[in-house]
């Protein structure tokens, strides 16, 4: 009888590697993660592999939460299988970081953030953006980021042991007021939780100490690029419920640690934001909560100045892309909208582009040409208004699709969006605006090549 021997796994390439080095870097991998790879790896593929995993007893799949999410089994009896194909660097770097996701599996609050970070994790993975330990700077040892290139950091890794992190009791105490309020305004009987811990996750004792005291931030990490730098976070199919002083103390820090780490010490606040969400519903959802004024509730509004909302799919993973570009919103402005004049800072309604024809001043009185001043610039009136939501900035646009509403004028209004925002467009903007369709394919390597902007 012959007698076979066991191949032993191998992890140097293909499917079986990138799965390997989510597992190791965000401690899980999520099977809806893969939602924002499908266009480079198709989910019956990696549905495939991870069986196989199980199979061969290496990665094992949780029970907890009705999400299909996966871990490494037994890690330490089996690393030795790793070493031939993953640095020292990566296996230490899960024993620290990666395994926090095994330590919060017993709590269905606590295994939902966990999905969530490693969705959003998965997501830069993906998208090329320096995510592993390999591919960035170790800023808890006190590693400069390098001036090139894009890396995202998790609310875990920001971690600290700076006692600015922590909140005052009077923080505290307005954060109980604010919870109590919504919690009732909800009908709500959930308790309100104080464990002090970032996203209230378990953590090792071994690296407790180095935890920042900051509760339920919703954030999920810090995206910093080149030129600008972002606050992650994920509503996934739901609203996101936050507290202002706390997203407004991590956009503080985060930017302490940005500007220590990377921008020379020249301080640069943090204003921006991006939100991944899944389905076009939950959209509509935080657009209407503009228009009924409950955005400080529900939305960042109130801490960030410009808020970009993307899908979590391949064509969120493209903008995402294009939004590690140094002026990336001038070179789209300069690639879309082609014959619009672009300097509308000063105008009273939030545009990004304006068509113009010449007047005459015969027949205009004085009187008149105060009154609409604002819309007449040297014998020049505007004839329209243009938009860009390729840029996906919602807050921006509803403050357009204001003016267009409340525009009585022949003045023209377009929006120019790509083929996955039409949708959305088209509930929301209503009968005021004209729609101007685009794909999203392709366009990183246009927008790459405009110079001079």
């Known amino acids: ?207 407790k100490k180095k935890q920042p005291r900051i509760i339920n931030t919703g954030a999920c990490g810090l995206l910093t690029c080149e030129s600008d730098d972002y606050i992650i976070y994920d509503t996934g199919n739901d609203r996101i419920w936050w507290s202002e002083i706390i997203e407004n103390q991590f956009g503080y820090m985060t930017s302490k640690i940005v500007t220590e780490k990377r921008r020379k010490d020249v301080r640069k606040d943090i204003d921006k934001c991006i939100v991944f969400y899944k389905g076009e519903d939950i959209l509509r959802e935080i657009y209407e909560d503009i228009e009924n004024k409950k955005h400080k509730i529900s939305i960042m509004s109130v801490a960030y100045k410009e808020m970009y909302y993307l899908p979590y799919n391949p064509n969120g993973r493209k903008l995402l892309r294009i939004m590690t570009i140094s002026g990336w919103k001038d070179k789209m402005k300069e690639l879309y909208l082609k014959g619009y004049d672009k300097r509308t800072e000063r105008l009273p309604i939030v545009c990004d582009g304006i068509k113009e024809e010449i007047i005459s001043d015969e027949g205009i009185r004085e009187g008149i040409r105060e009154r609409i001043r604002e819309e007449i610039r040297i014998n020049k009136k505007i004839i329209e208004y243009a938009f860009l939501f390729c840029i996906a900035d919602i807050g921006r646009l509803y403050k357009f699709l204001q003016a267009a509403a409340d525009d009585v004028s022949e003045t023209e209004y377009s929006v120019f969006c790509y083929d996955f925002q039409k949708e959305f467009v088209e509930a929301v903007a209503g009968d005021y605006v004209n729609i101007y369709v685009t794909s999203i394919d392709g366009e990183e390597e246009e927008i790459r090549k405009i110079e001079g902007v």
């Not at 990138?18 to 809806?32: H, K, P, R, S």
């Not at 030795?80 to 017993?106: A, C, H, L, P, W």
């Not at 969530?116 to 040892?141: H, R, V």
């Open 1 to 207: 009888m012959t007698e076979w021997k066991t191949k032993r796994p191998r992890f140097g390439e293909g499917i079986r590697r990138e799965i390997m080095i989510c597992l190791l870097t965000f401690g899980a991998v999520c099977y809806d993660g893969f939602e924002s790879w499908e266009d480079i790896m198709r989910k019956d593929m990696s549905s495939r592999t991870l069986k196989r995993l199980m199979d061969e007893e290496y990665v094992e799949r949780s029970r907890s939460t009705g999400k299909k999410v996966y871990r490494l089994t037994d890690f330490e009896n089996k690393k030795k299988d790793y070493e031939k194909y993953f640095t020292e660097q990566m296996i230490d770097y899960y024993r620290t970081v990666g395994i926090i996701s095994e330590q919060n599996s017993g709590r269905k609050d606590r295994i939902e953030r966990i999905n969530a970070l490693t969705e959003i994790g998965m997501m830069m993975y993906a998208a090329d953006i320096g995510t592993t330990c390999e591919d960035k700077a170790d800023i808890i040892q006190n590693e400069k980021i390098s001036d090139k290139g894009s890396y995202y950091y998790s609310v875990i890794e920001l971690r600290n042991d700076n006692d600015e992190w922590k909140l005052s009791e009077g923080q505290k105490e307005m954060i109980r007021k604010q919870e109590g309020e919504r919690s009732r305004s909800n009908n709500s009987k959930e308790e309100i939780r104080e464990d002090g811990d970032i996203n209230n996750l378990n953590i090792p004792k071994q690296i």
